[in-house]
């Protein structure tokens, strides 16, 4: 198969399974669900309706053909799986569909016109209302199942649950570290700024600084010695923005307080603001400057082993779960037109039968014996 674009979730299929196929071509079957050129022409016009307005023109038959293998494909790894998934024992409760539907509707709540309800949602959709329920209850079904078969099949490696160990353990530190409050923060920032101050020398205390924050900055500007080149009014939070404008060339800051921690900010060099002239524009005044940033650490929840785990598996077990839909659909009883066999999985090449060497083998006691009756014949010639 060339790619199978399904997401692990509430799957949203473009195409309803026709049961029992009729007398319209079928272009695509999985036992007795059936897809027809008929249906598939309606769906990915009624698809298409709905894109349209984001579609180039001259791109129209390219993305009606696009939205054919969409719905074809969507078609067959659903059919697939849902049927596996029924044979399997699995189903949706009442109570299940209620909680996914709320979950759907609260993931939708920032979307412009969100809807209220899954049912509101549904009448939106343009393959209408009762297909879009159908198949939501279908989604359901399906994901119970690629969940469970996920559980059983993919072993978690000692090594990812070491490393989830050890990211957990870190948030727990982090945490420890933040709740001392900032006192420890500023006290930090404080010594170096206290350090500075003792050099008197203006390029001794620039070299410094540069030393300091390559070893104590929390920012990734402390590779350059804490540079950040120039920039203008806005470009900075507001706190470093102001301070950094109002200081001098070679002044070093007080201790800065921004949401990202506290700062020493050191003006290394100021342009100016220039007015238009002719054909050259207005730019406006900018700064350069370094800083030390002492990052003040946030309280963040400590997710649960499983949680990290499954984010850190997060693509083996995806390579998994394509193996298993291919796998599916290789045992499945499936039927594609022409157009759609790229969506079938790749035939595994024939496996090489290895020829014994069987003439040689005949041959050899052959050849044995004609070398024997030369030898006779050189004999009785002498």
Do not use: W
């Amino acid at each position: 198969m060339n790619k199978i674009n399904i997401k692990l979730g509430i799957i949203a299929c473009s195409a309803l399974a026709i049961l029992g196929c009729g007398k319209d071509e079928t272009v695509v079957r999985v036992s007795s669900a059936c897809l027809t050129e008929k249906a598939l022409e309606k769906d990915v016009e009624a698809i298409f309706n709905v894109q349209k307005a984001q579609i180039p023109t001259n791109h129209y038959e390219e993305a009606k053909q696009m939205f054919r293998n969409q719905v074809a494909q969507s078609f067959l790894v659903e059919n697939v799986l849902f049927q596996k998934a029924v044979k399997e024992g699995f189903s949706a409760t009442d109570e299940e569909f209620k909680a996914r539907a709320d979950e759907f509707v609260k993931s939708m709540s920032n979307t412009p016109d969100a809807p209220k309800t899954i049912e509101e949602a549904a009448e939106k959709s343009p393959l209408g209302k009762e297909r879009a329920l159908d198949q939501f209850k279908k989604g359901i079904v399906i994901e119970k199942y690629l969940k469970d078969v996920e559980a059983k099949s993919i072993p978690v490696s000692p090594e990812t649950v070491a490393k989830a160990e050890e990211i957990i353990a870190n948030i727990i530190s982090n945490n420890q570290e933040a709740s001392q409050g900032e006192a420890k923060f500023l006290q930090r920032i404080t010594a170096l700024k206290e350090q500075l101050d003792k050099i008197t020398d203006p390029k001794a205390q620039k070299e410094k600084f540069a030393e300091l924050a390559k070893q104590n900055s929390d920012c990734p500007s402390k590779n350059k010695g804490g540079d950040l080149d120039f920039f203008t009014p806005g470009m900075m939070v507001p706190e470093f923005d102001k301070a950094a404008f109002s200081l001098d060339v070679g002044k070093i800051s007080e201790p800065v307080k921004t949401k990202f921690g506290y700062h020493l900010i050191l003006v290394t060099d100021k342009k100016p603001a220039v007015e238009a002239k002719g054909e050259t524009p207005a730019s406006p005044a900018s700064v350069r400057a370094s800083h030390i940033l002492v990052r003040i650490p946030e309280v963040r929840e400590v997710p649960t082993k499983e949680v990290v785990i499954n984010a850190l598996s997060r693509d083996s077990k995806r390579q998994f779960m394509m193996g298993f839909i291919e796998k599916a659909i290789k045992e499945a009883d499936v039927e594609v037109s022409e157009e759609f066999k790229q969506l079938l999985p790749a035939e595994e090449p024939a496996a090489a039968v290895e020829v014994a060497p069987a003439a040689e083998k005949k041959e050899a006691p052959a050849a044995e014996d004609a070398k024997k009756e030369a030898k006779e014949e050189v004999k009785v010639e002498k």
